[in-house]
């Protein structure tokens, strides 16, 4: 669900639309908008899962106050996803337990 009317923030309509993926899988998004948001417009809840219990994680504070939201963004982990704004082409993945060191 996407909100494309509303009366203080601009119309959706004047906002170019790109597209990012999220592991893998391609997810439109609109210039200015959080990444957050536009993985919640598709659907998308799961950001995250704990080290420990590999539990589910997602949109918490939704204003970069918390954890809950990191995400991998173009290499780089431990980006908060919730105020990271889309860039077209961005490649964002989800973090699986303590992540992947590797790169
Ligand atoms: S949801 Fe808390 S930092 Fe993003």
Not at 9 to 19: C, F, P
Not at 49 to 73: A, L, Q, S
Not at 81 to 98: A, D, F, Q, W
Request: glycine residues 8%; aromatic residues 4%; positive net charge.
């Amino acid at each position: 669900m996407r909100i494309k009317n509303h009366p203080i923030l601009e119309d959706l309509k004047n906002r170019k639309k790109v597209y990012i993926t999220v592991d893998g899988r391609k997810v439109e998004a609109y210039e200015g908008e959080p990444i957050a948001a536009a993985m919640c417009a598709a659907g998308i809840r799961v950001h995250r899962t704990t080290p420990r219990h590999n539990e589910p994680r997602g949109i918490f504070c939704n204003r970069g106050r918390c954890t809950d939201c990191i995400m991998k963004v173009d290499g780089k982990p431990n980006i908060r996803t919730c105020v990271t704004l889309v860039k077209n082409g961005m490649k964002v993945e989800s973090i699986r337990g303590m992540g992947d060191w590797s790169e």
